[in-house]
């Protein structure tokens, strides 16, 4: 039996936009189409491009690309009441554009109609069939979104079909419902999708689509059983991006509708890319990630009890409802003051330390472990420096480097803000080196310093670079006198990878912090060449 369709419509470039604190450059955007392309979308919103230079500048370096799988799509409006569409400027702009399909929303709702609008209901049915002619007619694929659908349709049910109706006469392709308000619950959006689609029965060429807002936390549910209902297009954002609470998030709609519904949606080899899509979109946005996000967080198959991770060692669906690698994410497994010595043991392997059979390494591990988080370590968030001591507690520790001494001045004068020198020497084998730098900060310093220090016998740590760094008191009963820790990532060309450091004093934090995240680096180096070896060994062979 064929799968059914499931058609994905991104507007990350558009209503994600609106949300606060989101802003992507017409260049952001191109990248940003090009990658959501390549992961199988089908419909890429560009934008409005009636509305702001931006997204004007994003159809102009659009123009002429090709894509691979998906359509690029204009947005705008209706004409406006009491003029033509040769004479509405928004629809003018749609054409202008030269995208090959239009999204255009209308006034569903009378309370929009006649209270917000001062129009008649009889003048918003014909700007409704006026525009979507005007755009088909000039040779447009064009979507009709209805605004604000699922709440007209519960204040005067006729005129809310009767407004499909006028999309359907004028020549739309595809009546996509929308919860704009997202207000809605599951059961609401189920009984009324499938009224309204039952309503216009079966007509050539017609299909129906969802478009949900996540107010009530329930944007990415009301898609799904607008879909489960009858709706063959899902309108979203990556990340959930959008205004207020945001839209349905498509890192979730489309691995259920793949792996849930069995809907034919994009490939399996496209779906792998969504984690890595969902991290672009992030880094692209300049918001940290969400952990917790369902199929491409960090989190959302880790697993840190020891009654799971023991579990999942035998058979990982005991506590994952998926394989973690179909979206392109992994299994975590992480070490705390809860764990047992099967978190050990399989962190060991995944991190690629030894620890043979001895059960007392293993317990001497977990000891250790948590004696220093009660001290206020936390190594559930930092992976890079639980590697590292758990080589240092088998004997397996190999430093690529050793401090001798740092010292860091802050200075402060009336003519500019802070800024800070660290001098630091660091033996490496025989060799010792003395260097100083200056930074923004005493721990942008320290940085400066030991990369300028390293890199004369360790060159790729000019590859790595600091993304996050975050500080936390962890009891702050004792004022300035608090311990603190802090928490770095860093990333390469190939991995990203956090350490931690706790100290009463925030600059030795940041050094214990700091420092593992190089000494990580170049063991992963070190790691990467040995593979690359063996490869070239084998390929000689």
Request: one cysteine or more; charged letters at 25%.
């Amino acid at each position: 039996m064929d799968k059914k369709k499931a058609i994905i419509y991104d507007t990350t470039l558009r209503d994600g936009m609106q949300g606060e604190n989101i802003f992507f450059s017409p260049e952001d955007k191109l990248k940003m189409a090009i990658r959501m392309d390549d992961a199988g979308f089908h419909y890429i919103e560009g934008g409005w491009p009636g509305s702001n230079p931006g997204a004007q500048a994003f159809f102009e370096l659009v123009r002429g690309k090709e894509f691979k799988n998906a359509k690029i799509a204009a947005f705008g409006s209706t004409r406006r009441q009491g003029i033509t569409c040769a004479e509405d400027g928004n629809i003018k702009a749609l054409l202008d554009c030269g995208a090959p399909a239009v999204t255009i929303f209308g006034k569903t709702w009378d309370l929009h109609v006649e209270s917000i609008m001062s129009n008649t209901l009889d003048e918003n049915l014909a700007m409704i069939r006026e525009s979507v002619a005007y755009l088909t007619d000039h040779g447009r694929e064009v979507i009709y979104d209805a605004e604000h659908f699922y709440d007209g349709y519960k204040a005067n049910k006729d005129y809310a079909l009767a407004t499909l109706e006028a999309a359907v006469e004028g020549g739309t392709c595809c009546l996509v419902l929308c919860d704009t308000n997202g207000g809605c619950l599951p059961c609401d959006i189920d009984t009324i999708t499938r009224d309204t689609i039952a309503h216009f029965g079966k007509r050539d060429g017609l299909i129906f689509g969802i478009h949900t807002h996540n107010d009530c936390a329930m944007a990415v549910a009301n898609s799904i059983n607008a879909v489960h209902a009858g709706a063959t297009m899902v309108q979203g954002t990556i990340n959930g991006y959008g205004e207020r609470c945001g839209n349905a998030d498509l890192t979730a709609i489309i691995p259920i509708l793949s792996q849930k519904m069995n809907r034919d949606c994009i490939s399996n080899e496209n779906l792998a890319k969504l984690r890595n899509l969902s991290r672009f979109v992030s880094e692209t946005a300049n918001v940290p990630p969400v952990s917790s996000r369902p199929f491409v967080g960090r989190s959302a198959f880790a697993h840190k009890g020891g009654v799971h991770v023991s579990a999942i060692m035998k058979n990982p669906a005991a506590y994952e409802h998926m394989d973690p690698e179909i979206v392109g994410n992994r299994r975590r497994v992480l070490v705390s003051e809860q764990s047992g010595k099967s978190n050990i043991a399989y962190k060991a392997e995944e991190l690629g330390v030894d620890l043979g059979d001895d059960e007392r390494k293993k317990a001497s591990i977990v000891n250790a472990i948590k004696d220093m988080e009660n001290d206020g370590f936390e190594f559930d968030a930092a992976e890079g420096s639980l590697k590292l001591l758990m080589e240092k507690l088998t004997g397996q520790y190999q430093p690529n480097f050793s401090l001798e001494s740092f010292r860091v001045v802050v200075e402060k004068d009336r003519e500019r803000p802070c800024y800070s020198h660290a001098m630091i020497k660091v033996k490496m084998g025989d060799k010792t080196e003395i260097t100083s730098a200056e930074g923004d900060g005493p721990v942008s310093a320290l940085d400066n310093a030991l990369r300028k220090a390293l890199s004369f016998v360790y060159p790729s740590v000019n590859d790595m670079r600091l993304v996050d760094f975050k500080v936390r008191v962890i009891d702050g009963s004792d004022g300035t006198d608090a311990r603190v820790r802090v928490l770095i990532e860093s990333r390469d060309t190939n991995d990203i990878f956090s350490t931690v450091g706790v100290s009463e004093d925030i600059i030795e934090a940041s050094w214990q912090a700091l420092k593992d995240s190089f000494q990580y680096k170049l063991s992963l180096d070190e790691k990467n060449a040995a593979i690359e070896a063996g490869r070239e060994t084998a390929d000689a062979g």
